[in-house]
């Protein structure tokens, strides 16, 4: 399967303070994608990184991947209380249809 | 741009009844529309692809003749619970992605069913 995995389930971190979540996954893919969901709303987009790059940055948001390893992660710097979230890595493969992981509950106390 | 929306947002039926979500695209057309199931605390676990005009991919162990879906238009698909019952409560998301980013999904809001 290539659904990610990731690690940990669950985050509590302070505001200003890093969040690193990782995700593994199991087979070869064409790229990976981190999504946010806010607690009972759909999924936002947050960056697709192919499987030909190693790192990519939006704002605050570092994203790595190491296909070497099956794995990526997404680091928040100097996280707000409106980071609160959950966010879950999905990885594409032959098809272009994302399979997500069961995500990681961020929760940032301010 | 590149908007979703869905609706109902929150919809409560009765066991036996049939619910129909709408998933429509705003601001573009949507080549390719997905549906997905979330339980509390877990995945999205997709259960159909679908394309304007054809009928709808269903994933393994998907019921079609239970999760009716209709994508009538580019900017139009349908998911119709049929004869729902309390197991089939849950929060439903829709998803949509353009012909030039095929990788790139719009996920609507999201509809919460609740079957008593």
């Known amino acids: 399967s290539q659904q990610g995995e990731e690690d940990p389930q669950a985050l509590s971190i302070q505001e200003g303070e890093n969040a690193t979540m990782n995700c593994s996954y199991k087979t070869s893919i064409n790229n990976l994608q981190w999504y946010r969901q806010n607690s009972g709303r759909g999924l936002v987009h947050l960056i697709l990184i192919r499987s030909n790059e190693r790192e990519k940055h939006s704002g605050r948001l570092r994203v790595t991947l190491d296909t070497s390893k099956k794995s990526s992660s997404l680091l928040i710097t100097a996280s707000r209380a409106a980071d609160t979230a959950s966010y879950f890595c999905?990885?594409?493969?032959?098809?272009?249809?994302?399979?997500f992981g069961r995500g990681t509950s961020l929760i940032v106390h301010p | 741009g590149a908007v979703v929306s869905q609706h109902p947002s929150r919809v409560i039926c009765k066991s036996g009844t049939s619910v129909k979500i709408e998933c429509r695209s705003l601001d573009f057309q949507a080549t390719t529309m997905f549906w997905y199931r979330q339980f509390p605390k877990q995945s999205l676990m997709l259960m159909a692809t679908?394309?304007?005009?054809?009928?709808?991919?269903?994933e393994q162990g998907v019921e079609k003749d239970k999760f009716l879906i209709n994508h009538a238009s580019l900017t139009l698909s349908t998911l119709t619970v049929t004869s729902a019952h309390p197991e089939d409560s849950s929060f439903y998301i829709c998803?949509?992605?353009?012909?030039?980013?095929?990788?790139?999904?719009?996920f609507g809001p999201g509809t919460r069913l609740t079957v008593t």
């Open positions: 679908s394309n304007e005009g054809s009928k709808a991919t269903y």
């Open positions: 999905a990885t594409s493969g032959g098809s272009y249809i994302p399979t």
């Open positions: 998803s949509a992605s353009r012909d030039n980013s095929i990788y790139e999904q719009y």
